[in-house]
Nanobody, 119 residues
Framework: QVQLVESGGGWVQPGGSLKLSCAAS????????MGWYRRAPGKQRELVAD???????NYADSVKGRFTISTDNAKNTVYLQMNSMKPEDTAVYYC?????????????WGRGTLVTVSS
């Protein structure tokens, strides 16, 4: 079973920065994509950023120029550097990964980590 472990959530003031990380472990042959979703209070879950292997990075319009996604392929880890944060960035952030195991494909989700942006 593939598991995702998130860390780095917490509280930050508007204009501040925070960095999230997510490490994938388990029976993994290869990872095709890793990324981040979020669910804000009263909102639907939305894609924040993802990074398909061998393709272009994708960002939600609301975070372009402020957030940066990166990966460490050797560690099966994805990061989300969040700068110039706004109160509307407050949400539970979920790590996502898709790839293959020796005998199947997989889609995995983290448990979520809360990010709060307030004064």
């Amino acid at each position: 079973q593939v598991q995702l472990v998130e860390s780095g959530g917490g509280w930050v003031q508007p204009g501040g920065s925070l960095k999230l990380s997510c490490a994938a472990s388990g029976s993994i042959s290869s990872i095709y994509q890793m990324g981040w979703y979020r669910r804000a209070p009263g909102k639907q879950r939305e894609l924040v950023a993802d990074m398909p292997t061998g393709s272009n990075t994708n960002y939600a319009d609301s975070v372009k120029g402020r957030f940066t996604i990166s990966t460490d392929n050797a560690k099966n880890t994805v990061y989300l550097q969040m700068n110039s944060m706004k109160p509307e960035d407050t949400a539970v952030y979920y790590c996502h990964a898709a790839g293959s195991s020796p005998f199947n494909v997989f889609v995995a989700w983290g448990r979520g980590t809360l990010v709060t942006v307030s004064s």
